[in-house]
């Protein structure tokens, strides 16, 4: 029974280039959550997705970020012409059922933006 | 608005000695779900429990303890005769029933010297 899986583990970009982070929610989980942790800070919501749906983006930057949860694949998190500041580990969780549930994360992406 | 305090930002202590991190809590709403997470210095985020807010009792598993106070907004953690393996950072977070998203305090940084 696979956790939350999370591609790749690392990724380096220069600034300007395009950042996708993938998640693949555990098995019969639908509802998947981004969180970023900036270097020496907490976690902070970003975006919750269910299937082909954004339900909640009140935590993205307005500007250059977007994520998608297709009905089939992964959910993706992209970062169009990375900048130094979204240097950052980048979780996703995934949960059964929205509220009530237990969200499991997945080990993160580290980004770093050189 | 939600919002999660964790005041110690770094705490140490040597090994075998008893811990408690404190974690304040505001919300508005009656019905919301209370979590601790550990992240040891690999990175991942490590579920250790989650309490909803009508169930007040105590809970212990282990070495760990939970003391949850609705009257004081409080969600305590305690950890028993650390050991070195406990040494991480914990995070306190508070989830809405609607969407779950979670709101993390800022972390606690514990370090544990043999």
């Known amino acids: 029974n696979a956790g939350v899986m999370q591609n790749p583990r690392h990724l380096v970009r220069r600034r300007g280039q395009e950042a996708r982070l993938r998640c693949s929610p555990m098995k019969g989980h639908s509802h998947v959550y981004w969180y970023r942790q900036l270097p020496e800070e907490g976690l902070k919501f970003m975006v919750y997705?269910?299937?082909?749906?954004?339900?909640?983006e009140s935590g993205m930057p307005k500007e250059r970020f977007s994520a998608e949860f297709p009905k089939e694949g992964p959910s993706i998190l992209r970062i169009q012409q990375v900048v130094r500041g979204d240097s950052a580990a980048y979780f996703c969780?995934?949960?059964?059922?929205?509220?009530?549930?237990?969200?499991?994360f997945g080990p993160g992406t580290r980004l770093t933006v050189t | 608005a939600q919002k999660v305090t964790q005041a110690q930002t770094e705490i140490s202590v040597v090994e075998k000695e008893d811990v408690t991190l404190d974690c304040v809590y505001e919300?508005?709403?009656?019905?919301?779900?209370l979590f601790w997470y550990k992240q040891p210095p690999s990175g991942e985020l490590v579920f250790l429990i989650r309490?909803?807010?009508?169930?007040?009792q105590n809970e212990i598993s282990g070495r760990y303890s939970w003391n949850f106070q609705k009257s004081t907004s409080s969600f305590n953690f305690t950890i028993t005769a650390s050991q070195v393996v406990d040494s991480a950072v914990y995070f306190c977070?508070?989830?809405?029933?609607?969407?779950?998203?979670?709101?993390f305090g800022q972390g606690t940084t514990l370090q544990v010297k043999p």
């Open positions: 969780a995934s949960s059964q059922r929205t509220g009530v549930g237990e969200q499991y």
């Open positions: 919300t508005r709403d009656t019905t919301y779900y």
């Open positions: 977070a508070l989830s809405e029933p609607i969407d779950g998203k979670l709101i």
């Open positions: 309490r909803n807010s009508f169930d007040e």
């Open positions: 997705l269910q299937k082909e749906n954004i339900i909640d």
